[in-house]
C-alpha cells in the first residue's frame, strides 16, 4: 500500500479559473466562474468521477456540501480535466469573500483544503500540486497538497537539496525519486515523500523546498532519507543547516543490508558555496523589503556591503553597484512585469 501512495502523489495540477465579474459595465455580459481540476493518472489513478466541496469561510457557510451529488464536475473530452461551472448551477462568488475548496474522487482521495483569501473576481486562480502530501494517520487516506500559482515563485531557489546521480539502483532509477526531511531541532517532519527532479544536465536529483512554501531554517538540524523504486538510502544528517552553502547528496559505495535483508546506501554530503543570489543584499536566503532597507542604509553609507553582498546589489547586472539597483530591485518587489535581478 505504501508504494501505491507514493506512486499516487506523482504529478497533478488544478485549474481554478474564475473569470466572472464583479462589478462590470451594463453592456458587458458576464463571464462564467469554472472550476477546473487537471488531473494526471498518478494521482487519483484514472478516476471515474471526481466531486468539489466549496465553503464560505466569511459567511460561514456551506455552498456545496461535502460528497453532494450537487458538486459532481464533469470530464472535459478525454484530457484528464474535470470542470465545475458555478455559473450554470447559478452559483456567484462574492468580492472579497474568502473561500475553501477541496477536490476528492470517488475512492475517497482528495486535495488538502485550499484557501482563496479575499476573492477578487477580475483575478484568475489556479491551484497547483506541491508534490509533496499529508498522511496524519494510518487510517486515513492522503491529503494532496497544492497552493496558488504563483504564490512561492520568488522563493524558487531559496532551500534546494540535491542528490548526485550514478550507476546506481536508487539514483539511476527509472521511476523517481523521494526525498524526506525530519526537523531535529523541531523534532517534526518538514517534509513527507516529497518528489524530487531529475536534472540530467547537472546529473542531480533536485528538490527545491522555497518552490514549495516550505523553509530550512539556518542553524537547524536535519536527517533527509532519498527513497525510489529502486530502494532507500541511509538517513543523512545535516548538523546545522546553512544558506550559504549548496548541499549535494552523493554515495559513498558502501551498501549495508538490514534485518530484512533490504539494501541500504551509505551517504554523505558535498558542500559548496552558494552561487550569487541577485537582490539578496541582507544575506538571508530570500528577497524581502528588508533588502530594501538594507541597500539604502548602505547607499547613506551607513552599514557598507562586504564583497559577497556587493556582488548580490548588482541587480540590473552592469557590473556596478547604484541607485539604480535599488530601483531595480523595488521593481521586482513590486512585480513589475519583465523585471530580472541579475545578469540578463
Known amino acids: 500500500m505504501k508504494k501505491k501512495i507514493l506512486t499516487g502523489v506523482l504529478s497533478a495540477s488544478v485549474l481554478i479559473t474564475t473569470v466572472c465579474a464583479g462589478t462590470v459595465p451594463a453592456t458587458a455580459a458576464a463571464k462564467p466562474a469554472v472550476i477546473r481540476i487537471e488531473v494526471d493518472e498518478d494521482t487519483f489513478e484514472n478516476p471515474t468521477s471526481m466531486k468539489l466541496y466549496l465553503y464560505d469561510c466569511t459567511d460561514e457557510s456551506e455552498i456545496i456540501k461535502w460528497d453532494s451529488k450537487k458538486g459532481t464536475m464533469t470530464q472535459e473530452d478525454s484530457s484528464g480535466i474535470w470542470s465545475y461551472d458555478l455559473s450554470e448551477k447559478g452559483i456567484t462568488l462574492n468580492a472579497e469573500h474568502t473561500y475553501t475548496v477541496v477536490f476528492s474522487d470517488e475512492k475517497g482521495w482528495q486535495t488538502d483544503t485550499l484557501t482563496i483569501e479575499d476573492y477578487n473576481p477580475d483575478k484568475d486562480y489556479t491551484a497547483v500540486f506541491s508534490e509533496y502530501f499529508l498522511a496524519r494517520d494510518f487510517t486515513r487516506l ?203
Open 142 to 344: 492522503p491529503s494532496f497538497q497544492y497552493h496558488w500559482k504563483g504564490e512561492y515563485e520568488k522563493n524558487t531557489g531559496m532551500d534546494v537539496i540535491q542528490l548526485q546521480i550514478r550507476q546506481s539502483s536508487l539514483s539511476n532509477s527509472p521511476y523517481l525519486s523521494y526525498c524526506e526531511c525530519f526537523d531535529k531541532t523541531d523534532e517534526s517532519y518538514t517534509l513527507y515523500y516529497g518528489r524530487m527532479t531529475k536534472d540530467e544536465k547537472a546529473k542531480v536529483w533536485r528538490f527545491d523546498f522555497g518552490s514549495h512554501g516550505l523553509t530550512l531554517i539556518p542553524g537547524h538540524a536535519y536527517d533527509f532519507t532519498f527513497l525510489s523504486g529502486g530502494g532507500v538510502t541511509t538517513t543523512l544528517t545535516m548538523e546545522s543547516y546553512s544558506r550559504s552553502k549548496s548541499y549535494t547528496a552523493a554515495f559513498t559505495g558502501e551498501v549495508i543490508f538490514n534485518e530484512y535483508d533490504m539494501p541500504y546506501e551509505e551517504l554523505y554530503w558535498i558542500e559548496t558555496d552558494n552561487e550569487v543570489f541577485y537582490g539578496d543584499v541582507n544575506l538571508d536566503g530570500r528577497i524581502s523589503v528588508n533588502d530594501v532597507t538594507a541597500f539604502q542604509r548602505h547607499l547613506a553609507e551607513f552599514e557598507p556591503f562586504n564583497d559577497k553582498q556587493l556582488a548580490a546589489a548588482d541587480t540590473n547586472g552592469d557590473g556596478k553597484v547604484s541607485i539604480e539597483d535599488a530601483t531595480q530591485l523595488q521593481k521586482y518587489l513590486a512585480e513589475y512585469p519583465d523585471i530580472v535581478l541579475g545578469k540578463q
